[in-house]
Every structure is written in C-alpha cells, then in structure tokens.
C-alpha cells in the first residue's frame, strides 16, 4: 500500500508539507494497482471523502487521540466510513 498525504491540513506535524486534497487521492489512485491509505488531518467529517475518492483506508491520529475520549472519537471514524 502506500501512504498518501497529507489529504487534509494537519497540526499533528509541524513541517507537514500542503494538503493534497482528495481530487490527488483520485488520481493517485488511477495511476498505480496499489492500494491508497490517505493520512493526515483525516477526521469523521471528512474520512468517507477519501473512501470516495477511492483509497482503500485511513489512518487517523489527531482525530483519534486529541479529545477526551479516543474509543468514542475512533468509533465516530469507523461510523462515518460505514456511511
């Protein structure tokens, strides 16, 4: 697979390079056989954004770890995938 990012903007790192946004995802994943995972600045408001872009997944870590409770704010994730 490999990693394509970061999709949105982040804070988690601070020499993150721009966002690509999801049309890139789109094209990226036109132009290779491997599968997509987008990462950076993914959260449950935009995560199925990527999917529809076509990546195979997301990895998250801010939308995961930043509040007060990340099985809640894992599980928001996973529900917002599901559509």
């Known amino acids: 697979y490999l990693g394509v990012g970061p999709v949105f903007g982040t804070d988690s790192k ?3 390079p721009a966002a690509i946004g999801v049309v890139r995802v789109a094209e ?7 599968p ?3 990462i950076g600045g ?5 995560a199925r954004a990527v ?5 195979a ?3 998250v870590l801010s939308a995961a770890v ?13 529900e917002a995938l599901a559509g």
């Open 14 to 16: 601070a020499d993150a």
């Open 28 to 34: 990226l994943v036109a132009a290779t056989r491997l």
């Open 36 to 38: 997509i995972i987008g």
């Open 42 to 46: 993914v959260n449950a408001r935009n």
């Open 51 to 55: 999917i529809l872009a076509g990546a």
């Open 57 to 59: 997944g997301v990895a």
């Open 66 to 78: 930043a509040g007060n409770d990340p099985e809640a704010a894992t599980r928001r994730v996973r």
